[in-house]
């Protein structure tokens, strides 16, 4: 998150749900209703933002991960 803070969440494509956890355990949005392919989209697109953004991030720390955005995904 851009505040620096952890959130959690937790995607059901078979149960068409997603939800975010802010760092305190609070659900603080719930998405229902969803069909499995939007969750798995939706998980595909966040995934792709965020293994970019941490990919640069390890660009500027020198650490060679930001052409490899699989592994740029789990480097934290």
Do not use: C, Q
């Not at 975010?20 to 998405?31: A, I, R």
């Amino acid at each position: 998150m851009p505040s620096g803070k952890i959130y959690k969440v937790v995607t059901k494509p078979e149960e068409g749900t997603i939800k975010v956890y802010n760092p305190d355990g609070k659900l603080v949005s719930k998405d229902e209703k969803l069909s499995k392919e939007a969750v798995s989209l939706i998980e595909k697109i966040f995934l792709e933002n965020v293994a970019a953004m941490v990919g640069a991030m390890e660009k500027e720390k020198g650490n060679g991960t930001e052409e490899n955005l699989e592994t740029a995904m789990y480097i934290r």
